[in-house]
């Protein structure tokens, strides 16, 4: 359904914009050059009185578009709310973004003038080319999947199901509890973090195995997920039968493995039977009911050394910190106290990290006059007849070597993701996707490919089977601020799976992806997007007639949105989408569009825009996340900036369609700046690849750069975040000034 | 049958994490906040470790996902006042402090222009100062200004009232209190700064270019009182060499009985702000263990690579200042290295640690370092740093998971 175009343009006078704009002009750019059939000017558009004054030209049907000349979109947003499924409201930033950045030391009206005409004709343009969405409502099964039935999985099928959802759960080993439930005891998980308890693990497997809302399946893997959220199809693999059931929503909690102490020989590991990991001593200690004797003759323990970071931050075994081992050990050393007072332990760290509370747990330990802790490393070890060990110790902080005899030397390994496949090494992984790099043979020759490998979910996805992973196999979320966003829409990953911690964290890391789980299939039943354009009701629409199977869109999507039919189509999950555009961007064929945004309405609003005859003049593509913000913060500082520049917003700079580069050079425009997020290891996307996506566009820029015989110069990406906006002027400057140098674009005036 | 709603009490990352998380499954959630704008801590952190990315990145984020949702009602200059009921049906009668400038204001600036009295500004720990009236930052929200009425010299003064063509400003505004009905309750009241003039021996307070972690941040920020230059605060030079002593009040029986989580990381990514700044800056981190928990060790390990960043083991005891420079002097114990060490810099800075905000209410119950175990009653729990010391990402964590736990209490009763 295609709305009748009732545009009408409202154009505030105060906070300064009437004083330093003509706005009868602008008026005139409305009604004349648009011919809208409403426009109206107020002195206070934001007060009561001048939203009724819309909201009667809405109601009695004059208007169905609303144009807002004012203050920036970002503020005055809860004002100007009007039903957006019934009408489509666009905001021109008068204000923040022209006058209050207006040059103060020379006449300003013409340049800022120019520029208020522009952004008046790029909005009443774009909101011409949009309208209301029509939103994706589909059946939705709100039934949670947790991968997982150690202590992450068991909360998250816990805390769900008390929110009154269903959950199935599905774990590979014959029993509920994972590593949790072959514990001696627990370090502290509740004030005052002093003493070691006893595990509350049975209480919880009970509670799960109870609770009619939740499904568990044990002896199971995952044979294969098929869709997306709201409408997953997972089948199962229960000890050789299969299954097949409906979920929503997927909670990745996998676990953790012990580091491979096979690699630690030189800690004296498979060399001598009294050298045990801190796991290995654990089930002893729990079979033996608390008593701790050594492996070799059963003996009960005088002298236990403890190595720390056995293994961990270390370049050639686990790089990072496991978190736990500090508090594992501790509870440990209090194991061999408690099994003979007379034993003693002594603890070879790096450094402590009892983090938070936990401080209260080391304590106890150094009033234990049992317990010695010292910085240092193991030099050397070795084995007397008696099989007792023999070990040298640089103590850092005596500043001397020592020789102690220990019964035990117990080392601290870390744990590895179960996202890594046992034959790998955490160091050795290839990047995103875990698999093997194979060789094919294509049209082009033969070529190196991944491989991905399927480990844990089987997502029958275009883009492989497993979530992406960001380093040492882990599938965790980059943004410190929003933690459960990975790159599959409805799968979020908790626990040891996605970063080391301890059981007290992944209680209340299992149930925030809990949280995530429900709020995704309560979103996608609205057909809204997930995180972060959770009030967006567009979904990418395709045109599947002009598609030339070019895969772009299918490979490009950052979130694995789309698979492909057989014939090279794609496959559009609409649930799956994150609503950043990049696939609209990737199209070539520019098949791809939402309600609200499209490669046709850029195209209209270049256009739209009156390129100068004389001088240099700047077309800037910018994050509406950060980049946009930042000109906003210009002006909120009211510095002065030239007006040879004009920006326009994106969802997402991924969302850059290189048929824009083209006609916005062909339209006369001298320079293109691209203005985005970082990119690359510490990317500050909130669509993971958008801004590196534009990059990678931007290199076959070059291609039409040279077929409209332009220098490839003209256009250029600047990584710029939000706090960047005291650089911003000088950036504009300096790619105007560039631009100048190069010269004039010799399409202008054609 | 329960009420439809969830309270939310402080507006720093982890309320408006709560907050908004609860909103976007489809709960009615009010998000209570004493100052005049979200954000809290966090506003006021100029990067996040390890990334380095900025903060008000992922405020903006957060704020343009509570601006479209009318399931979110946020009040601002509002304190919690009392509350009764039970778990499913609380009564909360809030108080709202007059800002003294309503919802009518376009924070078009001409109240700050016209004002003629200034105040210490907080935002920037007293480092600079703004009219009385004010906007706090300028990633505020909501987009509002303040009135300080406490900074204006003369009470009589009217200019602001009268600059304003909005009718924005009312000076006689009084607190109001308003009466909601809520199911449940979470506590996310995070925490200060702890108070550095206490540690004696630290100088804070008396020698001029002992700063605090929290007041290097805004150093840093752009909208911080040197636009983002790192200049010590005596005479405004570039800091070349600067001491970051750790656990400054943390891990002490006479001060904060815990560690405090964060400020390894903070000092590691603060050095970072020194090395990419000035380019033959010294940076030297006096520690007592190096704490860089899970993947943070590569961030340690980064910083660690810098020749131009030394790591000591050993607690700082003294500092003093020497008067003809301005200079500080650190005395500490290098453990590793054997004996005392004087150390001379432009700049020493205290990673101090952070300190409950909320350390009593009958409704809660508390840890004996004033974190909130949770309510005594069901239908209230706590998250962020209210409930431990945390940082920024596992706060999120918890308030995301409190959400969960609010939504429960709803389901239930």
Redesign the interface.
């Known amino acids: 359904m295609a709305d009748e175009n009732k545009i009408g343009v409202y154009l505030c006078t ?3 914009i009437g004083a330093a704009l003509n706005v009868d002009q602008l008026e005139a750019v409305a009604k004349k050059e648009f011919k809208v059939p409403v426009c109206k000017k107020h002195p ?1 558009l ?2 009561t009185e001048g939203v009724q004054v819309i909201k009667d030209d809405l109601n009695n049907g004059a208007v169905n578009k609303v144009v807002i000349a004012a ?1 920036s979109p ?2 005055n ?2 004002v100007f ?1 009007f039903d ?1 499924l019934k009408y489509v409201t666009e905001r021109v930033n008068l204000r923040e973004q022209i006058v209050w950045i207006a040059p103060k030391d020379e006449d300003p009206k013409e340049g800022i003038q120019l520029m208020a005409d522009d952004y008046l004709r790029m909005g009443i343009t774009r909101i011409g080319k949009s309208s209301v969405p029509d939103p994706k409502i589909t059946e939705v099964n709100r039934t949670v999947l947790v991968v997982g039935g150690g202590v992450t999985g068991l909360t998250a099928a816990m ?1 769900s199901s ?3 959802y269903k959950v199935v759960l599905v774990e590979k080993e014959a029993e509920l509890g994972g590593w949790a439930k072959k514990m001696h005891r627990v370090f502290p998980t ?3 973090f002093a003493e070691i308890e006893k595990p509350t693990i049975g209480a919880k497997i009970d509670a799960v195995s109870k609770d009619s809302n939740i499904t568990v399946h044990t002896r199971t893997t995952i044979a294969s997920i098929d869709g997306g959220p709201g409408a997953y199809t997972v089948t199962i693999n229960k000890s050789g039968a299969t299954e097949t059931f409906e979920a929503g929503a997927i909670v990745l909690a996998a676990g953790w493995r012990p580091y491979n102490a096979d690699k630690l020989r030189h800690l004296g590991y498979g060399r001598y039977r009294n050298v045990v990991t801190n796991l290995e001593f654990e089930q002893h200690v729990a079979k033996e009911n608390g008593k701790v004797s050594r492996p070799s003759d059963g003996k009960s323990v005088k002298n236990v050394v403890f190595l720390q970071c056995a293994g961990q ?1 270390d370049k050639d075994h686990v ?5 736990v081992c500090c508090n594992v050990s501790l509870k440990q050393a209090k194991y061999v106290r408690e099994s003979d007072p007379d034993a003693g332990a002594f603890i070879v760290y790096k ?10 747990f080391y304590k106890t330990a150094q009033d234990d006059e049992g317990i010695f802790l010292t ?1 240092g490393e193991i030099v050397g070890i070795r084995e007397e007849p008696d099989t007792t060990l023999i070990i040298e110790i640089d103590n ?2 005596l ?1 001397r070597k020592m020789k102690i005899k220990a019964d035990l030397l117990v080392l601290a390994t870390g744990m590895v993701s179960a996202m890594v496949p046992e034959e790998m090494s955490v160091n050795n992984l290839t990047p995103e996707y875990i698999g093997n790099i194979v060789k094919r043979e294509t049209s082009d020759g033969v070529i190196e490919a991944l491989e991905p490998e399927s480990l844990m979910l089987n997502l029958q996805y275009r883009q492989g089977p497993e979530v992406p992973h960001l ?2 196999g ?1 599938p ?1 979320s ?7 966003e990975t790159r599959r829409t409805g799968i979020y990953a908790a626990g040891c799976v996605r ?3 301890d059981a007290v ?1 992944a209680t ?9 789980a ?2 995704c299939m ?2 996608t039943a609205q057909g809204r997007g997930v995180h ?1 354009r ?2 967006d009701r567009t979904f990418p629409e395709i045109r599947f007639e002009s598609c030339t199977q070019c895969r772009r869109c299918t490979v490009e999507c950052p979130f694995g949105a789309y698979n492909e039919k057989p014939d090279g189509t794609p496959l559009d999950f609409a649930s799956r989408c994150r609503r950043c555009g990049t696939c609209m961007g990737a199209c070539p064929q520019r098949v791809i569009s939402f309600k609200d945004y499209s490669v046709d309405m850029i195209s209209a609003v270049l256009k739209s825009i009156e390129v100068p005859e004389e001088g240099t003049f700047v077309v800037c593509f910018v994050c509406e ?2 980049a946009y ?1 930042a000109l906003d ?1 210009v002006g ?3 510095i002065a900036m030239k007006t040879n520049f004009r920006f326009i917003p994106l969802r997402c700079l991924g969302g850059l369609n290189l048929v824009w580069i083209a006609d916005a050079l062909s339209r006369g425009i001298d320079g293109i700046l691209l203005l985005g ?2 990119y690359g290891d ?1 990317y ?1 996307c ?1 669509y993971v690849k958008g801004s590196q996506m534009a990059n990678e566009r931007l290199g076959k820029v070059q291609e039409t750069l040279s077929r409209l015989m332009l220098e490839s110069e003209r256009v250029e990406q600047v990584q710029l ?6 650089k911003l002027p000088g950036i504009l400057e300096q790619f105007s000034k560039k631009i100048e140098d190069i010269g004039d674009n010799p399409y202008k005036g054609f | 049958m329960s009420v439809e709603t969830i309270l939310v009490v402080g507006g720093g990352i982890s309320g408006i994490t709560t907050a908004v998380e609860a909103a976007e499954v489809g709960y009615n959630t009010v998000l209570v906040e004493k100052s005049p704008y979200l954000g809290g801590r966090v506003a006021q952190l100029s990067k996040y470790f390890p990334k380095l990315c900025p903060p008000y990145c992922g405020l903006e984020m957060n704020f343009r996902r509570i601006k479209p949702n009318p399931k979110i009602t946020v009040y601002t200059t509002t304190e919690v006042e009392s509350v009764s009921g039970q778990e499913g049906n609380y009564s909360v009668r809030l108080k709202i402090n007059p800002r003294y400038v309503n919802e009518k204001c376009t924070s078009c600036n001409a109240c700050a222009e016209a004002c003629p009295s200034e105040r210490p500004n907080e935002f920037n720990f007293g480092m600079d100062k703004t009219k009385a009236a004010y906007l706090p930052h300028v990633m505020s929200y909501p987009m509002r200004y303040v009135i300080d009425r406490n900074a204006c010299k003369d009470k009589s003064c009217d200019k602001c009232v009268k600059a304003c063509i909005y009718n924005a400003i009312d000076l006689n505004m009084k607190p109001q209190t308003v009466d909601i009905k809520v199911g449940s309750i979470v506590y996310a009241t995070g925490w200060n700064p702890y108070d550095a003039t206490k540690m004696d021996n630290l100088g804070y307070g008396r020698i001029k270019n002992v700063i605090t972690n929290m007041m290097l941040e805004r150093l840093a920020s752009p909208n911080g009182p040197t636009g983002g230059k790192l200049l010590r605060p005596s005479d405004k030079k570039e800091v070349k060499k600067v001491v970051f002593v750790q656990c400054a009040g943390s891990r002490d029986e006479n001060h904060l009985n815990y560690c405090s989580a964060i400020c390894c990381m903070a000092s590691l990514k603060h050095a970072t702000y020194f090395r990419e700044r000035i380019a033959d800056s010294k940076v030297l981190i006096a520690y007592i263990d190096l704490r860089a928990p899970g993947k943070y060790e590569e961030f340690l390990v980064k910083v660690q690579s810098d020749p131009n960043v030394t790591m000591v083991k050993g607690k700082v005891a003294r500092i003093e200042e020497d008067p003809a420079t301005g200079d500080v002097i650190l005395e500490f114990e290098d453990i590793e290295g054997g004996g005392k060490r004087h150390e001379r810099a432009d700049m020493a800075v205290l990673a101090t640690g952070m300190e409950p905000s909320v350390k009593v209410d009958s409704l809660l119950s508390f840890e004996e370092n004033g974190f909130i175990i949770g309510g005594k009653a069901a239908g209230i729990c706590s998250t962020g740093v209210a409930k431990r010391p945390s940082d920024v990402t596992t706060s999120i964590q918890d308030a995301t998971g409190a959400a969960l736990k609010s939504i429960q209490s709803l389901v239930r009763s």
């Not at chain 1, 450094?351 to 209260?360: A, F, K, Q, S, V």
């Not at chain 1, 980059?478 to 459960?484: E, T, V, W």
Request: charged fraction near 25%; glycine fraction near 6%; include cysteine.
């Open positions: 105060d906070c300064g206070f934001c007060s203050c970002r503020v947003t809860e709310n957006p805390e008390l929110a009154g509740k004030p005052p931050r790089p990072y910190c496991s978190t450094d402590m990290r009892t983090i938070g509370l936990y401080e209260n910085k850092q902080l500043g380093k040492w882990f965790d980059h943004f410190i601020c929003f933690p459960y970063h080391p911690m964290q209340a890391d299992a149930t925030g992806a809990a949280l995530k429900i709020q309560e979103l972060p959770t009030w996340n950060d913000p913060m909120l500082n009211r997020c970082k510490d500050q909130h975040s939000i706090n960047d906006w005291d």
